[in-house]
T-cell receptor, first 114, second 113 residues
């Protein structure tokens, strides 16, 4: 049974710092791994999707890596800004055939202080 | 392209009532999945619909049901509401399900009194 864990649960950093959020999963037979951002009371915004055959994906100041053999993914945020404050969720997609589901971690709540 | 829309955004119900939530996927997307988010359990998968058929189901009681229409819009229904059903209900759409990228709606906040 897939389990996804995110550490730390909360993180507070000063503006401008580079930071890394960690995500680990127990079952390496994933189709892909997605990172999402969630603002308080809102839905999820997809940040990056890494297919199982890929090692990393980049979008602007965000870079996500995937190491299936160790069951780990990291989200790197460069030059953090107060607007980056949100909860970041990673989710592993597990399935068979044409269907499956996202298994989410509990999230890391990030606060970037001006 | 319009994103995923969910209606209503907020609902207040009392125990024992039933509720129906609606989700309109991104145009051209045929797969709709539903998730429940609570502070204690986090995000949990409810079910997935594709071409009007339920393709996958999570570990929720039979009080939770859903359906999908020919235009890919989906509804989920919760009968005999319990206090523990209070949650943010999110739907996600993707082109054809599977391992494709999923796009989430803003959610419906359900409060059961």
């Amino acid at each position: 049974k897939q389990e996804v864990t995110q550490i730390p649960a909360a993180l507070s950093v000063p503006e401008g710092e580079n930071l890394v959020l960690n995500c680990s999963f127990t079952d390496s037979a994933i189709y892909n791994l997605q990172w999402f951002r969630q603002d308080p009371g809102k839905g999820l915004t997809s940040l990056l999707l890494i297919q199982s055959s890929q090692r990393e994906q980049t979008s602007g100041r965000l870079n996500a890596s995937l190491d299936k053999s160790s069951g780990r993914s990291t989200l790197y945020i460069a030059a953090s800004q107060p607007g980056d404050s949100a909860t970041y969720l990673c989710a592993a997609f597990n399935g068979s055939g044409n269907t499956g589901k996202l298994i989410f971690g509990q999230g890391t709540t990030l606060q970037v202080k001006p | 392209k319009a994103g995923v829309t969910q209606t209503p955004r907020y609902l207040i119900k009392t125990r024992g009532q039933q509720v129906t939530l609606s989700c309109s996927p991104i145009s051209g997307h045929r797969s709709v999945s539903w998730y429940q988010q609570t502070p204690g359990q986090g995000l949990q998968f409810l079910f997935e619909y594709f071409s009007e058929t339920q393709r996958n189901k999570g570990n929720f009681p039979g009080r939770f049901s859903g359906r999908q229409f020919s235009n890919s819009r989906s509804e989920m229904n919760v009968s005999t509401l319990e206090l523990g059903d209070s949650a943010l209900y999110l739907c996600a759409s993707s082109l054809d399900g599977g391992a494709g990228q999923q796009f989430f709606g803003p959610g419906t906040r359900l409060t059961v009194l």
